[in-house]
Each structure stands twice: as C-alpha cells, then as structure tokens.
C-alpha cells in the first residue's frame, strides 16, 4: 500500500472519531442544553463527516487499488499529485467545516474558499488517477 494510501485513510479514521464526538455533542445539546454555540458545529460535523472521513477513505483505497495496466506494481501514478490532493482536500474540510464559526463576512468567504479547494483536490485526484482507467475488456496502450 502506498504511503499517500496510509495517509489518506489515517486522515479519515480521525475524521470519523471527531465527526462523532460532534454528533455525540450535538444530539446531547437536545436533552441537556450546554449553550447556544453548540448547534453551530453542525456544519463542522456534517463536513468532517462526508467530506473527511467518506470521500478521503474513497479516496486512499482507490490510489492504492486501482489498477495499474502495464506498469510495474509499485507504480501508483504521481505521488506528488496525491500530496497535493491530500492537502487540499484536508484544507477544505476545515475552511468548508471549521469556517462558517468565523466572525462576520469571514464565515461567508472561508466555506466557498473549502469548497473550492475541494474541487480542486477531486480535480488533482482525478488528473493522477485517469492514466489508470481503462474500459473492461480492452488491452492496455
């Protein structure tokens, strides 16, 4: 598995522990009312969630298991694509998730800016991933 693989879903397993603890914290914020900050961190829990634990994890084990036609077997693509893609995706989550508690205009700005570095994360993914996809069936050029 490559490291970048490893690294990936590291990164979403936490993802997953805090996207919890803040559902955890959120529902417990109906029954006992802790203050009202707490129901701001929906955003948060929702894009730790979706965007850091599921779409990493997807993310991790596709660089580790899609195929590689004609190359050897330690070949995974550019690796430094991958870095890239890890680091914007992860810088996204925490503007996208983290940016709406911002004070003023800076809560409206720091989410579309995530948003962007998201897309341009499943673009650098996908540019590094594409060498590897091949209609089945069909001999490698």
């Not at 529902?27 to 965007?51: C, D, Q, T, Y």
């Not at 195929?67 to 550019?78: D, I, L, N, T």
């Not at 989410?111 to 089945?136: C, D, K, M």
Request: net charge positive.
């Amino acid at each position: 598995m490559p490291r970048t693989s490893r690294w990936f879903i590291r990164a979403s397993l936490v993802y997953l522990a805090v996207g919890f603890t803040l559902g955890a914290l959120l529902l417990f914020n109906k029954g006992v009312p802790l203050g009202s900050a707490v129901p701001r961190l929906l955003p948060a829990h929702i894009e730790f969630l979706l965007a850091g634990w599921v779409i990493q994890l997807v993310m991790g084990v596709a660089t580790w298991i899609f195929p590689r036609f004609g190359v050897a077997r330690s070949a995974y693509g550019s690796e430094a694509a991958t870095w890239v893609a890890f680091a914007l995706l992860n810088g996204g989550v925490w503007l996208a998730g983290v940016g709406p508690l911002a004070p003023g205009h800076l809560g409206d700005v720091l989410p579309i800016a995530g948003r962007l570095a998201e897309t341009g994360a499943a673009g650098a993914f996908a540019a590094n991933i594409w060498a590897r996809v091949r209609a089945s069936g069909l001999s490698p050029m």
